[in-house]
């Protein structure tokens, strides 16, 4: 295992001192609360927008499960519909009741289509760019916003093997250009998570330094990961997070997602923001500037002004 300590102190600071700065117009975020996202490398925001700004994408997904559902009937993955069974629960019913439980529960199976990944939607395109959430990511990097490309819909099925993370940092999962580039990763629940549902832990203070990651990891074996005995020796902090909320990580912060254990879903969104003039880490796959002080002409205002930068 090698490890590379972080060691840019200059930019640590140059954050703090502008985060002093901006946090004064914002009513989320309190003086403690930015120093300390800084120092920890996360923090759980439990108010961030009313809980009801979720209901659109919450009402897209519910429409998603619908049609796949009636379409898992048509094509027999599938012998009940469960229309009764509310958002937390009906993905979970129709994958359990399923006479072949590994088709309907695999990763790309017509159960979950548009219901992972990188869903673009009008609904989406509302919460990526919600006032709420760009004025903490100006706390930290200023007014030049990119909304990241790297982002995801999870729908964490109870016991499902797939879908718990083992420890890594987000940088893992992007090239090495972006090691400096400072990003504010977001993780928000749409429904009330804890450890039961299967929400996230972090290791406080991981964010300093970049530890290797290597592949087949986790309980299925299927995500890149730091193995335990690579992990720095700080004891995990168990993240449960209230719909309406958010956990912030950097994208060295050492984290992981544990088994949901509950009879409900976990659905979850993770989303990323950083510097439009700084590496992603996604050279190949653009972002969009969600908020920009300097050129606000260059700001995607609709879900076609996104979709048009991904042709560009
Ligand atoms: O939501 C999860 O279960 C894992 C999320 C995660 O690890 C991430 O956003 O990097």
């Known amino acids: 295992m090698r490890s590379r300590r972080w060691n840019s102190s200059r930019q640590f600071i140059d954050h703090r001192s502008r985060s002093r700065e901006l946090c004064k117009t914002l009513p989320k975020l309190n003086q403690q609360q930015v120093d300390a996202f800084l120092h920890d490398g996360y923090l759980v925001i439990e108010e961030t927008f009313p809980a009801g700004d979720l209901e659109p994408l919450i009402d897209e997904f519910t429409e998603a499960v619908d049609r796949n559902a009636n379409r898992a009937m048509a094509e027999g993955l599938v012998n009940a519909l469960h229309e009764h069974e509310p958002f937390e ?74 879908s718990v993370v083992p420890w890594h940092q987000d940088l893992g999962y992007l090239e090495q250009d972006a090691a400096e580039t400072f990003m504010v990763n977001f993780w928000v629940p749409l429904v009330d998570s804890d450890k039961e549902n299967g929400c996230l832990e972090v290791i406080p203070g991981s964010h300093l330094s970049y530890i290797d990651h290597v592949g087949d ?50 659905w979850s969104l993770d989303i990323r923001y950083s510097d439009p003039s700084l590496p992603t880490g996604r050279a190949d796959v653009p972002g969009f500037i969600a908020r920009s002080q300097s050129s606000p002409e260059r700001v995607a205002t609709s879900l076609d002004d996104w979709l048009e930068t991904l042709q560009a």
């Open 217 to 266: 990891l986790g309980p299925a074996g299927n995500f890149k990961g730091i193995p335990d005995d690579a992990l720095p020796p700080a004891a995990p902090v168990c993240c449960p997070v209230p719909r309406g909320g958010v956990l912030l990580l950097q994208h060295r912060t050492i984290h992981r997602s544990v088994s949901n254990v509950s009879n409900t879903v976990r």
């Open 89 to 162: 629960t009906r993905l979970a019913r129709l994958v359990e009741s399923s006479p072949d439980h590994a088709a309907a529960d695999d990763q790309g199976s017509i159960l979950f289509e548009g219901l992972r990944g990188k869903h673009k939607s009008p609904a989406m395109f509302a919460l990526l760019t919600h006032p709420h959430l760009l004025d903490i990511v100006e706390a930290y990097i200023g007014p030049e916003i990119l909304a990241h490309p790297q982002f995801n819909v999870r729908a964490k099925l109870p016991n499902q093997d797939r």
